[in-house]
């Protein structure tokens, strides 16, 4: 186990060469953010998601990217070919880092999931406690991944409608 690197551009995926990657910087809330758009020309197999596979990257799937700057978590929507909403990921950080030309984040283990029903579910808890566990994260990286993941989860739950018509509408002004 070890805490992963994810990139905007998402250099770390296997189909790297098989994509175009959009970039652009907006204001959310007051605070800076950039919005990044994956078009996929080449597929790759299903993914296993959770308790079930999906597949979230095919020929002409696309993937909405959106991250402001300071905070805890990074979102990412996927559309298949039809730019239908497939789900949406949020993966909890340690921040978000706006350095250069492919912003980055590293991976705090938590996700949550708006599926294409608009269930929200929170994954991989038991990933971030091995992390403390391990001694890969400190107690307080652990502490605020938790706080940030119930915080977080309270509000899509909360909200899920208007989040899902958001990304859908940012979906389409990229």
Excluded at 87 to 113: H, Q
Aim: no cysteine.
């Amino acid at each position: 186990m070890k805490i992963k690197r994810k990139t905007m551009k998402r250099d770390e995926w296997p189909v790297e060469d098989n994509k175009s990657v959009l970039i652009g910087k907006e204001r959310i809330n007051n605070k800076e953010a950039l919005i990044g758009l994956i078009y996929w020309e080449k597929g790759v197999k299903k993914v296993k998601v959770s308790d079930r596979k999906l597949l979230i990257v095919d020929e002409n799937y696309s993937w909405l990217e959106i991250a402001i700057k300071d905070q805890y978590y990074w979102i990412t929507a996927m559309y298949d070919n039809n730019d239908e909403f497939i789900e949406a990921y949020f993966d909890l950080s340690s921040k978000n880092i706006f350095d250069g030309e492919n912003p980055y984040f590293y991976d705090m283990f938590n996700d949550i999931v708006i599926a294409k029903d608009k269930r929200v579910r929170i994954l991989d808890e038991n990933e971030l406690d091995m992390a403390f566990r391990e001694g890969l994260i400190s107690e307080r990286e652990y502490k605020h991944t938790k706080k940030v993941t119930k915080k977080l989860y309270n509000y899509i739950n909360e909200n899920v409608d208007d989040i899902i018509d958001y990304l859908n509408k940012k979906h389409q002004q990229y």
